[in-house]
T-cell receptor
Framework: GAGVSQSPRYKVAKRGQDVALRCDPISGHVSLFWYQQALGQGPEFLTY????????KSGLPSDRFFAERPEGSVSTLKIQRTQQEDSAVYLCASSRRGVGSEAFFGQGTRLTVV | AQKITQTQPGMFVQEKEAVTLDCTYDTSDPSYGLFWYKQPSSGEMIFLIY??????QNATEGRYSLNFQKARKSANLVISASQLGDSAMYFCAMSPGSNDYKLSFGAGTTVTVRA
């Protein structure tokens, strides 16, 4: 596609519910990243994939967070047993290699846990 | 560990004037990259400009220029000839040379351009 596509754009989840956030990167982009952006803050790194390999998941806040990219293109960020503190915008980005100047971000998924 | 500091939570600028957004950083890495992103109300992060720590010249991209002062660890963004469409949140970010995928962002500066 023309850009990074994320779905859904908005998600309201009841506390304790599992959610899955999808990211369609730009075709051919090797690298894919997930960031979490709390209200009024800058994004914070969650995890990084190179093709299907998850090379860095050091930013995932707890073992309730899980990300995958099984075929090296579409990625899913899953949050189990959501908590109110998980409420944030989840941004996905992709690039041909590392971040550099080629990283393109999607519009994000705004998750609200009630 | 890296840290990015943006001390200006919000700024107003008159249309057609220039505005400077401050950014200071702290890192022990000898090699690193500095970035500025724009985030309009629609939510996506739009890449504006990049400066490598070993680049001799300040980066420029159209109306955007990065005032890189390595000794002072500052990477201020200058937007010239502001337009109404420049109203947005602006983030300064840094990546270490060893893991260039891992951006650390500042808290951002909201810019409002007045007609």
């Amino acid at each position: 596609g023309a850009g990074v596509s994320q779905s859904p754009r908005y998600k309201v989840a009841k506390r304790g519910q599992d959610v899955a956030l999808r990211c369609d990167p730009i075709s051919g982009h090797v690298s894919l990243f997930w960031y979490q952006q709390a209200l009024g803050q800058g994004p914070e790194f969650l995890t990084y994939f190179q093709n299907e390999a998850q090379l860095d998941k050091s930013g995932l806040p707890s073992d309730r967070f899980f990300a995958e990219r099984p075929e090296g293109s579409v990625s899913t960020l899953k949050i189990q047993r959501t908590q109110q503190e998980d409420s944030a915008v989840y941004l996905c980005a992709s690039s041909r290699r590392g971040v550099g100047s080629e990283a393109f971000f999607g519009q994000g998924t705004r998750l609200t846990v009630v | 560990a890296q840290k990015i500091t943006q001390t200006q939570p919000g700024m107003f600028v008159q249309e057609k004037e220039a505005v400077t957004l401050d950014c200071t950083y702290d890192t022990s890495d000898p090699s690193y990259g500095l970035f500025w992103y724009k985030q309009p109300s629609s939510g996506e992060m739009i890449f504006l400009i990049y400066q490598g720590s070993y680049d001799q010249q300040n980066a420029t991209e159209g109306r955007y220029s990065l005032n890189f002062q390595k000794a002072r660890k500052s990477a201020n963004l200058v937007i010239s000839a502001s337009q109404l469409g420049d109203s947005a949140m602006y983030f300064c970010a840094m990546s270490p040379g060893s893991n260039d995928y891992k951006l650390s962002f500042g808290a951002g500066t909201t810019v409002t351009v007045r007609a």
